[in-house]
C-alpha cells in the first residue's frame, strides 16, 4: 500500500488536499489518506470489474429462474455500496501496520535465479494459504451461531450476478478478506506482487458470481469456479472454498457442481422456456389448424 499511498500523496494529497506543513508519515494523515484510497479503489474495482462481467460474461437469462430475486441487481449494489466504507475500516488498520513496516513485504527482486525463484514459490503459497484459510472462515462463518447475523445476507441471493460478488456483510467481508492481510506479515512477499495479487483475488471473487459454468476439462477436478460457487448459495452446505476444491474434498464438502451434469439453474431455466416454447408452439399450431379448418373438418 506504500506504493499506492506514495504516487497518491505525490500527484494529489500534497499538492491539492494537505497543508504543506502535515508530514507524509504522519500516522493521522496516513490513516485519512489510507481510506479515501482504500474506498475508492474498491468502489472502483468493483463497479469496473463486475459490470464487465454483468455485460459480457454473465448470462441473462438466469435472471428468468424462479429463485432470482425482485430488483436484485440493484439490491446487490445497493448492499456492495453501504457494506464497502464499514469493511474499509479494519482494512485500514492493516493497511496502516503494513505502511508502518510491520510486514514482511519487500520491494527488491534480488540476484536471479533465487530471487524470482521465491517470488513464484510467493505466489504459489499465497494462492494455497488463503484458499485454506479462507475455506475455514467460510466454513465457521456457516455455524448457527453466527451464519444468521454475518453471512446470511449473502446467501440471500440464491442465482447470484457479478454484483453480488462483494455483497457482504461488513464483519463477513472482512473476515473473508482477512487471509489475504495475514500473508504478508507472516511470508515474505514482493510489493508489487501483493498488489496484483489483491486485485486479482477481488477480479476472482467477481468471477465465480459471474454465472459462466464452463471450466477447462482438464482443470475441473482442482478449480473451485462459478459453478460450485453457485451450488454453495442454493445448497449452503458444500463447495466453501475459493479458488481450489481441495480443501472441501479434505474437509467433505465437495459437490459435484450440479451444472456439470446438467442440471445447474442454466439447465433448468432452458428446459422452462423450452417447455414454454412448446406449448406455445402447440397453441399456435392448434390456431394455424383452426383457421385451415383442420380441427373442423375431423368433427
Ligand atoms: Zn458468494
Ligand atoms: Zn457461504
Same mark, same amino acid.
Given at each position: 500500500?506504500?506504493?499506492?499511498?506514495?504516487?497518491?500523496?505525490?500527484?494529489?494529497?500534497?499538492?491539492?488536499?494537505?497543508?504543506?506543513?502535515?508530514?507524509?508519515?504522519?500516522?493521522?494523515?496516513?490513516?485519512?489518506?489510507?481510506?479515501?484510497?482504500?474506498?475508492?479503489?474498491?468502489?472502483?474495482?468493483?463497479?469496473?470489474?463486475?459490470?464487465?462481467?454483468?455485460?459480457?460474461?454473465?448470462?441473462?437469462?438466469?435472471?428468468?429462474?424462479?429463485?432470482?430475486?425482485? &430488483?436484485?441487481?440493484? %439490491?446487490?449494489?445497493?448492499?456492495?455500496?453501504?457494506?464497502?466504507?464499514?469493511?474499509? @475500516?479494519?482494512?485500514?488498520?492493516?493497511?496502516?501496520?503494513?505502511?508502518?513496516?510491520?510486514? =514482511?513485504?519487500?520491494?527488491?527482486?534480488?540476484?536471479?535465479?533465487?530471487?524470482?525463484?521465491?517470488?513464484?514459490?510467493?505466489?504459489?503459497?499465497?494462492?494455497?494459504?488463503?484458499?485454506?484459510?479462507?475455506?475455514? @472462515?467460510?466454513? *465457521?462463518?456457516? $455455524?448457527?451461531?453466527?451464519?444468521?447475523?454475518?453471512?446470511?445476507?449473502?446467501? +440471500?441471493?440464491?442465482?447470484?450476478?457479478?454484483?453480488?460478488?462483494?455483497?457482504?456483510?461488513?464483519?463477513?467481508?472482512?473476515?473473508? *478478506?482477512?487471509?489475504?492481510?495475514?500473508?504478508?506479515? +507472516?511470508?515474505?512477499? $514482493?510489493?508489487?506482487?501483493?498488489?496484483?495479487?489483491?486485485?486479482?483475488?477481488?477480479?476472482?471473487?467477481?468471477?465465480?458470481?459471474? /454465472?459462466?459454468? %464452463?471450466?477447462?476439462?482438464?482443470?475441473?477436478?482442482?478449480?473451485?469456479?462459478?459453478?460450485? $460457487?453457485?451450488?454453495? $448459495?442454493?445448497?449452503?452446505?458444500? &463447495?466453501? *472454498?475459493?479458488?481450489?476444491?481441495?480443501?472441501?474434498?479434505? *474437509? /467433505?464438502?465437495?459437490?459435484?457442481?450440479?451444472?456439470?451434469? /446438467?442440471?445447474?439453474?442454466?439447465?433448468?431455466?432452458? =428446459?422452462?422456456?423450452?417447455?414454454?416454447?412448446?406449448?406455445?408452439?402447440?397453441?399456435?399450431? =392448434?390456431?394455424?389448424?383452426?383457421? &385451415? /379448418?383442420?380441427?373442423?373438418?375431423?368433427?
Amino acid at each position: 500500500m506504500d506504493l499506492v499511498l506514495s504516487v497518491a500523496d505525490y500527484y494529489f494529497f500534497t499538492p491539492y488536499i494537505y497543508p504543506a506543513t502535515w508530514p507524509e508519515d504522519d500516522i493521522f494523515r496516513q490513516t485519512i489518506s489510507l481510506l479515501i484510497v482504500t474506498n475508492i479503489g474498491a468502489y472502483i474495482l468493483y463497479f469496473v470489474c463486475a459490470t464487465l462481467s454483468y455485460y459480457f460474461v454473465y448470462d441473462h437469462s438466469l435472471m428468468k429462474h424462479p429463485q432470482f430475486l425482485k &430488483n436484485q441487481v440493484s %439490491r446487490e449494489i445497493k448492499y456492495t455500496i453501504q457494506a464497502l466504507p464499514w469493511m474499509s @475500516i479494519p482494512t485500514v488498520a492493516l493497511f496502516l501496520l503494513e505502511l508502518r513496516g510491520y510486514s =514482511k513485504l519487500y520491494d527488491d527482486v534480488g540476484e536471479f535465479p533465487s530471487g524470482w525463484f521465491q517470488l513464484v514459490v510467493s505466489v504459489v503459497s499465497f494462492l494455497f494459504f488463503t484458499d485454506m484459510l479462507i475455506y475455514w @472462515i467460510h466454513r *465457521g462463518l456457516h $455455524h448457527r451461531l453466527v451464519y444468521k447475523r454475518i453471512h446470511k445476507p449473502h446467501h +440471500i441471493w440464491k442465482i447470484p450476478t457479478p454484483f453480488a460478488s462483494h455483497a457482504f456483510h461488513p464483519v463477513d467481508g472482512f473476515m473473508q *478478506g482477512l487471509p489475504y492481510h495475514i500473508y504478508p506479515f +507472516i511470508f515474505p512477499l $514482493h510489493k508489487v506482487v501483493y498488489l496484483a495479487l489483491y486485485v486479482l483475488v477481488n477480479i476472482w471473487t467477481i468471477s465465480i458470481h459471474d /454465472g459462466d459454468f %464452463r471450466v477447462p476439462q482438464i482443470l475441473m477436478p482442482f478449480i473451485n469456479g462459478s459453478a460450485h $460457487h453457485t451450488d454453495h $448459495h442454493i445448497f449452503f452446505d458444500c &463447495n466453501y *472454498g475459493q479458488y481450489f476444491t481441495l480443501w472441501d474434498r479434505i *474437509g /467433505g464438502s465437495f459437490k459435484t457442481p450440479s451444472s456439470f451434469e /446438467g442440471k445447474g439453474p442454466l439447465s433448468y431455466v432452458k =428446459k422452462v422456456m423450452e417447455e414454454k416454447g412448446n406449448s406455445h408452439a402447440d397453441k399456435d399450431c =392448434k390456431n394455424e389448424k383452426l383457421l &385451415n /379448418g383442420e380441427f373442423m373438418k375431423t368433427e
